[in-house]
């Protein structure tokens, strides 16, 4: 349909002049007859319906292409508005994963502190601990392991103790012996001087 609109169009633009030549020639008594020139105007009015049906329908046909169009052009709109909405989230998603770029920033060096400080508290443990350790060794040196042995070393005193008080009781005792001999060498001596 469509090769055929020019050739069409052609045909339309010559026929006049051709039927005008034709009219002209019956009128003025030329070679044309009446029966060609009638044939001639039927092949006309046969084209002008055609020409007629042929405009009718693109003129449909261009109504169905701007319907189209505006089809197209109403989901371009949206396609455009909804691209501005992706560039929006997407400037927002950029945004917020900076921010939370910076706060992961943060926070790994709050775990690398975090980290020394805790390596910090594990030395010191260790060092604790090993000084629990020998401080435990040392009382373990310097006190009996067990009550009995305690109870033994007590009771060893206690007897010593006990001697110790025996003995002072029996010094005392013969102090107080030598004192009362001393007492009475004296009396001696004062009387016979």
Do not use: W
């Not at 090769?3 to 008594?29: K, N, W």
């Not at 910076?102 to 604790?128: D, F, I, P, T, Y």
């Not at 009996?144 to 103790?161: A, C, G």
């Amino acid at each position: 349909m469509r090769d055929a609109l020019p050739c069409l169009l052609c045909v339309a633009m010559c026929l006049p002049g051709v039927a005008a030549c034709l009219l002209h020639q019956a009128r003025t008594g030329g070679n044309a007859s009446k029966d060609e020139v009638n044939v001639l105007m039927y092949g006309v009015l046969q084209f002008s319906e055609t020409l007629h049906h042929v405009y009718q329908s693109t003129d449909a046909k261009m109504e169905r292409i701007n319907r189209s169009m505006r089809r197209q052009e109403v989901g371009l709109e949206r396609l455009d508005q909804e691209a501005g909405h992706v560039a929006e989230k997407d400037r927002l998603t950029r945004q917020a994963l900076g921010l939370l770029q910076g706060q992961m920033a943060g926070l790994e060096s709050e775990a690398e502190n975090a980290k020394g400080r805790l390596a910090l508290v594990e030395q010191e443990q260790l060092e604790l601990k090993t000084k629990v350790t020998n401080l435990e060794t040392s009382i373990q040196n310097y006190i009996p392991t067990t009550i009995q042995e305690l109870k033994e070393k007590v009771s060893k005193h206690s007897s010593f103790l006990e001697d110790l008080q025996e003995r002072t009781k029996l010094q005392k005792q013969s102090i107080a012996r030598q004192n009362r001999k001393l007492s009475k060498l004296q009396n001696l001596f004062r009387v016979n001087p």
